[in-house]
Nanobody
């Protein structure tokens, strides 16, 4: 069975940094594109960053230059390094694995940016 388990969320002050991790199991990890999405209070779930099976990364305009997505295929992990955090980055962050018609979600981890 497929599992994506996020960790690393928490409370951070504006301007601070945080690293999210996602541990995958039950899939051939190296063949999947991985992504981070987020859903703020009262908002829809939006794409934050993606990384292909080959390691190519793309970012939403709102996080470009501040967030970095990376993956470790040997450990079946994907990461999101977040820096220069803003209050508008407050959201539940979800890990996603996708390939062809397969689409899997983690349970999410809360990130709160507040002083």
């Amino acid at each position: 069975q497929v599992q994506l388990v996020e960790s690393g969320g928490g409370l951070v002050q504006p301007g601070g940094s945080l690293r999210l991790s996602c541990a995958a199991s039950g899939i051939i990890f190296s063949s999947y594109s991985m992504a981070w999405y987020r859903q703020g209070p009262g908002k829809q779930r939006d794409l934050v960053a993606t990384i292909t099976s080959g390691g190519g990364a793309n970012y939403a305009d709102s996080v470009q230059g501040r967030f970095t997505i990376s993956r470790d295929n040997a450990k079946k992990m994907v990461y999101l390094q977040m820096s220069s955090l803003k209050s508008e980055d407050t959201a539940v962050y979800f890990c996603n694995a996708n390939r062809d018609r397969f689409f899997y979600w983690g349970q999410g981890t809360q990130v709160t940016v507040s002083s």
